[in-house]
């Protein structure tokens, strides 16, 4: 298991109290709706404004009049999960092992490439936007706070980011601060024990630091979750 993984254990807990936070969100922005069915599907939104959308949410961004919500919770956030991103890896990838015995992958697809897919906003609309909202349960303030999904692409596609395809294969996104600082954040890698390919905010605290780079530089609305 790659240092960046979950046990069997650990991700079943992490969907369960993922469906706990879509529960306590719907609890919270749905006052008055009935209780909330869980979409275990995962290619939709997690949840959707059934009422009118707040009117300090919709000072977040105007433009948008979408309702569907990605709830998203945690030190790690995970945006994709399973066989290869074909704008990153070709169906001819070749694993393999470095100097240093590293698991290695070969993606078969050029670097230029690759960033060129990352930078662009056809690719997060795919692999990121599961609503027009991002709403991060944050368990020590106990509340949700909500961005523009839009204005979170439009991080990620800017010059704040930028990506290097390291020895390994993983290929990292560094968020660059105005200071020269830079803090590798984003990461898409080769799962070898699941065979599988994981693209998201992993690894430690990323998930919680990749909220906070959101927190200061986009506009977000937050509120307590409802008792």
Known sequence: MSKHGMSSEQASNKKRNGHKREQDWHRTM?????????????????CTFEDEIPESLSKVNPDEKGRGVSIKSGNTLQFNLGSPIPELTSQDYVVGKNQKGQTQITHGVEFQAQVESLRSRAFWNKYLKKGDWLAYYDSEEQCFAHFSMEQVIDILTSDKFEWDLLDTGRIKGRYCRDNGRKEAIVTYEYRKKKKSFVLGAHGGTCGKKFIDILKENLPYYQVAVAA
């Open 30 to 46: 749905n006052p008055n709706s009935s209780p909330l069915n869980v979409n275990y599907s995962g290619s939709s939104a997690d």
